[in-house]
């Protein structure tokens, strides 16, 4: 199963904001609130790598943890990938 | 039987009235399913039902072991050309009573029974027209389109089997095709491979059924055949030809709606589901009348003094986060854009909000429309949640058998 690495995230996650007008910071400690990335652009993010790597992602792998920075998305979408 | 009326096989170029068909017609005594590989070879047991009988007609693809088992148990010979397989639980045939077989809520095939009349729900004269039918043989529409030949003088018909509707429209001009009855996915990809062929077709009549019909279809084919009536048929087994409208427009009007009117449906909406009540509906495989109200299972809501039926209720209302979408409203949305001939949509399991709206979609020819383009105009015009957020760009419009979209 081919797998996205962090870099590759960070490109569909730049997409999703591309298609709002919106330009995705070079700091991962932005954070999420301020650049307007919100659930439902979290999911479609979550989608789109799902097309890319031809796999349901697994959150439950994922288990409890805050999620507030773009670092904090590549994080969890690059780990949960092939669970 | 009108014995006169013409019968065209377009695929072989054969022509014959019915009163020759019946000629040629081999009455059974015993209940038959005739499973045919063309439209045209079910004709003979048709005409020969003047004479009694028991019927059922069913595509030979779509016959598999287990439903050819389940039709002998019933009692059905079972007839596939020259060959004849006895019914495993034989009895008396129930004279000219007419099967058709419709998708149950399981997905095995439901028998609703209906008689030549009940299938034949025109009144009053027609103008006459010569009807290419389209659909497979056996179901409630190819039966509306077979019994108007069979019965309603001046009524032609040319048939073209399912398979071979990619090029429908050079036999329907040759053979003089003035009606064309089909679902609104059929009219799609007609619109979209033959949209400059379509101006010759001298249409007098266009009809749409079987599936949602949105103002952007209709619209189109007023605009191709402009000097066509453009109307959408709701019919189905269970209820008969219930709702017919001809004024071009999406939807009936709501004054149609908990009408008691002799001879006609009742229409009603019961917490966003059509509900019939109607002189037309068949009985179920027991015989017994389907009787009272039935609940459609269709979606229909209210917009604008219309009643718009939207799609199967059980796909059409999508969760995304709480807040709730009606998959036929965006997909009706997504076909009003200019670019697009065709688009389905759909629920799809996502994290955070539990489902994400999402669409397959044909654009129209060389329009070059992105997938990202269309997101940022259905944001323009959808709440924030009904927005589809992942749509699939398809070279063509997808379809099944039932000329019915298969996504």
């Known amino acids: 199963m081919e797998t996205l690495d962090r870099p590759a995230v960070r490109k569909l996650m730049g997409e999703v904001l591309a298609v709002q007008g919106k330009t995705l910071p070079a700091d991962d400690t932005a954070k999420l609130a301020d650049i307007g990335f919100r659930s439902l652009d979290f999911s479609e993010l979550a989608l789109r790598v799902e097309d890319e790597i031809g796999d349901e992602l697994n959150f439950e792998a994922a288990g409890l943890r805050s999620i507030e920075t773009i670092g904090d998305v590549l994080d969890l979408l690059v780990e949960i990938q092939g669970q | ?407």
Not at chain 2, 143 to 155: E, R, S
Not at chain 2, 316 to 326: A, I, M, P, T
């Open chain 2, 1 to 407: 039987m009108i014995a006169d009326n013409l019968v065209v096989d377009a695929r072989t170029g054969r022509r014959a009235t019915w009163g020759e068909l019946v000629r040629h017609a081999d009455p059974r005594p015993e209940p038959t399913a005739h499973a045919v590989e063309h439209s045209v070879d079910a004709l003979p047991a048709v005409a020969a039902l003047k004479d009694g009988g028991e019927l059922l007609v069913v595509a030979a693809g779509r016959l598999d072991e287990s439903l050819a088992e389940e039709l002998r148990t019933d009692g059905f010979d079972l007839v596939a050309g020259d060959d004849v397989q006895a019914a495993t639980s034989p009895r008396a045939a129930e004279d000219g009573r007419v099967w058709l077989l419709t998708s149950g809520s399981t997905g095995r095939p439901k028998r609703v029974g209906h008689t030549l009349a009940s299938l034949s729900t025109v009144t009053g004269e027609l103008a006459p027209r010569t009807w290419l039918c389209p659909y497979s043989p056996g179901t409630y529409a190819w039966w509306q389109v077979v019994t108007l030949g069979l019965g309603v003088p001046g009524q032609e018909l040319v048939l073209v089997d399912p398979a071979d509707l990619d090029d429908w429209v050079t036999p329907a001009l040759e053979h003089g095709v003035t009606a064309v009855s089909g679902t609104p996915t059929f009219w799609r990809r007609t619109l979209m491979r033959h949209g400059a062929e379509l101006r010759k077709l001298a249409l007098e009549q266009v009809t749409l059924g079987g599936e949602p019909v949105d103002q952007a279809v209709l619209s189109q084919l007023g605009e191709a055949f402009p000097d066509a009536r453009v109307s959408w048929i709701y019919a189905s087994s269970e209820v008969g030809a219930s709702i017919v409208v001809h004024d071009g427009r999406a939807g009936f009007p709501t004054q149609w709606l908990d009408r008691d009117v002799p001879g006609r449906p009742r229409l009603s909406v019961v917490d966003g589901e059509l509900v019939i009540t109607s002189p037309h509906h068949g009985t179920d495989a027991s015989g017994a009348e389907m009787t009272g109200a039935v609940r459609t299972g269709d979606a229909a809501r209210i917009e604008d003094g219309r009643v718009l039926v939207t799609g199967r209720l059980d796909r059409d209302e999508l969760n995304v986060g709480g807040s709730k979408v009606s998959a036929g409203a965006v997909r009706d949305l997504l076909q009003s854009h200019p670019a697009i001939a065709w688009a389905a949509v759909r629920g799809r399991k996502a994290p955070l909000v539990g489902t994400m709206v999402v669409a397959d979609v044909v654009a129209s020819q060389d329009s070059g429309v992105t997938a990202d383009d269309l997101t940022r105009w259905a944001a323009e015009r959808l709440p924030e949640y009904a927005v589809p957020r992942r749509i699939k760009m398809l070279a063509e419009i997808p379809a099944k058998e039932t000329l019915k979209s298969d996504v």
